[in-house]
């Protein structure tokens, strides 16, 4: 595919409406919005702006796993274009409010993958779809018509070009579809000649999700009204599955569409379009959506000859940048878990917090890049605490799908405590968290009986008992913190239950019995996705989830060889996984499996035994052999940005082992020079000498011109501003990071 020249093309047309063209750098052309959506990465393919609330682009026809976002490279049929839509999850949602504009004979139904002329869908080609940064268009084969979409914050812009011949024209809008879940209520209403409003309530992954929308054309309509797919009389409708078609007039060409949605109304849809949108010019809307990305983007500059690393850095931070999505209107009114409107909220309110995955790199990456939205995403959170009584889990528009384990958006939170962040409650965040984690959620009350979870009682009993010793890490040290010495005493001793797993004849975590006796059968390898002790994987994978304490995990081994030697095995043992494994278990080196979160710090860990070389061996390794400039350029989902930040991460050269404690490992860094962007004026510029595809070893570091020996850098140091330097070499310095003192811990003055 030719990226460049679709991104070229784009620009030319909106350049001389760009204000900043003269001195933004344009980052948006790197990136290549078309990596991830093949395989199985299940990345969105459209039209958004940087956590914006509209997420616009194509539906194909949902055929299962890998239709997640609702489009899959390897497909050819479309079946319209919908303004949410959900980038790299695991499960299928969203795909709300879908538009299709067809011509000939009125349709109610899209038609088949295998007979799309039974209906209003059509056929397309790649070599006909143009896709760049905050723009997608595609050409309908079988109509003849152009479709090119945009977006700000909370509308989507709509462009059709119809062909010449007079023909019958006209846009299905259907409530009743869209990606995986189920229509509970939906309304729609003809407003005036040009408008068009309505909402869509479902139940799916999501339990209870309600969106409305208002629809402003370019030229008058006539909406013709179904149920299902039984034509209805009037100008609005209400049921379980409200269709219609927007016809058009027949001497029309062109078609212009404004999409505003939002959480609470119509009327709060409309001010959206009246604040957003107040004119028609398409290519002014892409220019700014362009130009908010190349915004973000520009918060990391880096310097290489590897094109394709570079392109796949910027897709990365892309992907990053896409989610959690905003999720209030204009005036600040959003519809909180509870489904009460809340008004004019002091705060921007966001949702799609995918935290099981997402707390490992993606905020603490938001910390550094992203540190002014950090309070709002806290302030989202304890929000839905109040609402619904536990801090969120995987939060979706509006209600938790409590998918996953444990509570991880507790690590978020203690990371933005412990690292300073101002604008929200302490004292409420605390309580939050300390509630949440003495709460009976999912097996938590088995730890004031037990302090473990018994595997004949509970599934996934050991992922679910390291991920909760995690967060209770976190609490303990913001405890500390606010002098609140009996709940650090609390949380620390609960911190350590993750031993009371461990195996030591085995050296694996294992599922421990109400009896105290171990799980048998106990095969290390033995994977059922999440019908056994461990979720996602296996031991040998979980193993290492212990990222709050890598010195009490060496402990248990009872060395550092031990430990070394275990984890040098992890890398090398070529087993099957056998059939019934989880598919989630993907990238594997071994039985590392970088295509699933769990594993992400693992490479990591030789550092705190004092073998930083060997974690540069294995980043290198992944960086070159797990990403990739293709479709199919991810090993496993992308999972709301957690597999694009752990590339960022490690393509800088450092990343956070423990989500919470403001400690980066140092790994192989990739490029020549990258200098990142801080607030107040500040920028902290990172330089590789003797950089190369060979030399991946660290030889020597300087923080600020003065030798640093330390294989770690802090946040704080960071924060700072100042420049941070590698020497690389083709050969280890297996004395670089070596000696305890410069090794990283779990907790650093």
């Not at 796993?65 to 497909?75: K, R």
């Not at 538009?99 to 088949?112: D, E, H, I, N």
């Not at 209003?120 to 090119?148: I, M, Q, T």
């Not at 109304?265 to 379009?273: D, F, G, V, W």
Request: with cysteine.
């Amino acid at each position: 595919m030719n990226f460049s020249k679709y991104v070229f093309l784009i620009l030319v047309g909106v350049v001389s409406i760009n204000t900043n063209a003269g001195t933004a750098k344009k980052l948006s052309r790197e990136v290549d919005p078309y990596i991830g959506t093949g395989g199985h990465g299940h990345t969105f393919l459209g039209a958004t702006t940087p956590f914006g609330a509209v997420q616009i682009g194509p539906n194909n026809i949902n055929k299962g796993w890998d239709w997640c976002s609702g489009y899959h490279y390897s497909d050819s049929i479309v079946v319209g274009f919908s303004h949410l839509h959900l980038s790299g999850t695991g499960c299928t949602d969203t795909g709300d409010l879908m538009f299709m504009p067809y011509t000939g004979k009125l349709q109610t139904a899209p038609g088949g993958q295998d007979n799309p002329d039974a209906g209003y869908a059509s056929r397309y080609s790649h070599k006909n779809e143009k896709v760049g940064v905050g723009y997608y268009s595609l050409f309908l084969d079988d109509y003849g018509v152009e479709v090119e979409l945009t977006a700000t914050k909370r509308v989507a812009f709509h462009h059709y070009t119809f062909p010449v011949e007079k023909e019958q024209k006209q846009v299905m809008i259907n409530l009743k579809d869209a990606n995986g879940d189920r229509a509970t209520d939906t309304f729609m209403e003809q407003v005036d000649e040009y408008t068009i409003r309505g909402y869509r309530f479902s139940a799916g992954w999501t339990p209870s999700q309600q969106i409305y929308f208002t629809a402003v054309f370019s030229v008058p309509v006539k909406l013709v009204l179904y149920n299902h797919d039984r034509k209805v009389s009037g100008t609005k409708y209400r049921s379980t599955g409200v269709k219609a078609n927007a016809c058009l007039p027949d001497d029309v060409t062109t078609v212009d569409v404004k999409v505003g949605i939002s959480p609470v109304s119509t009327e709060n849809a409309l001010k959206n379009i009246q604040s957003e949108l107040n004119h028609w010019n398409f290519k002014k809307v892409v220019a700014e959506a362009n130009s908010a990305w190349n915004e973000e983007l520009s918060k990391v500059s880096v310097k290489t000859k590897d094109k394709t690393a570079k392109t796949i850095f910027y897709t990365a931070l892309y992907h990053a940048f896409i989610q959690p999505n905003t999720f209030n209107d204009v005036n600040n009114d959003y519809r909180g878990s509870d489904k009460k409107v809340y008004r004019n909220g002091d705060f921007t309110n966001y949702t799609v917090f995918s935290l099981w995955d997402t707390y490992r790199a993606a905020h603490p990456l938001y910390t550094i890049l992203e540190p002014e939205r950090v309070p709002d995403f806290i302030n989202s959170m304890l929000a839905i605490y109040d609402q619904q009584g536990l801090l969120p889990v995987w939060h979706l528009y509006g209600s938790d799908t409590h998918e996953m384990i444990g509570i991880q958006s507790i690590p978020v939170i203690a990371d933005a405590i412990l690292k300073g962040f101002k604008g929200f409650d302490y004292e409420r965040a605390f309580n939050a968290m300390k509630a949440s984690m003495l709460s009976d959620y999912k097996s938590l009350s088995y730890l004031k009986t037990n302090k473990y979870i018994p595997s004949d009682k509970e599934g996934e009993s050991v992922a679910k008992g390291l991920e909760y010793a995690i967060a209770d890490w976190g609490i303990a040290q913001v405890a500390q913190k606010l002098g609140k010495m009996d709940d650090y005493k609390l949380f620390s001793e609960r911190a350590s239950y993750y031993k009371l797993y461990w195996d030591s004849k085995t050296h694996f975590f294992r599922g421990k019995n109400m009896d105290g006796s171990f799980s048998t059968p106990f095969d290390p390898v033995r994977s059922t996705h999440r019908n056994d002790d461990y979720c996602e994987g296996n031991a040998w994978q979980y193993t290492w989830l212990v990222p709050e304490d890598v010195e009490g995990l060496i402990g248990l081994f009872g060395s550092e060889s031990a430990f070394v030697n275990k984890l040098d095995s992890l890398f090398h043992l070529d087993q099957s996984l056998g059939d019934n494994a989880s598919p989630d278990i993907s990238g594997l080196i071994g039985q590392y499996a970088h295509g699933n979160e769990p594993g992400h710090h693992t490479i990591y860990l030789y550092a705190f035994a004092g073998q930083q070389w060997k974690t540069a061996e294995m980043a290198r390794q992944v960086l070159k052999t797990m990403y990739f400039n293709k479709p199919n350029g991810l090993a496993g989902n992308e999972d709301c940005g957690q597999m694009s930040s752990w590339y960022v991460f490690s393509a800088l050269g450092f990343y956070p082992v423990n989500p919470s404690n403001g400690v980066y490992v140092f790994g192989s860094p990739l490029f020549d020079e990258a200098k990142i962007s801080l607030p107040g004026g500040k920028t902290f510029k990172i330089i590789t000498k003797n950089n190369s595809d060979k030399n991946i070893y660290i030889q020597s570091v300087k923080l600020n011109g003065k030798d640093y020996p330390y294989s770690y850098i802090k946040h704080t140091d960071i924060m700072k501003g100042g420049k941070l330097e590698f020497v690389m070499g083709e050969k280890p310095n297996k004395e670089f990071g070596k000696e305890p003192e410069y090794r990283p811990k779990s907790i650093i003055k």
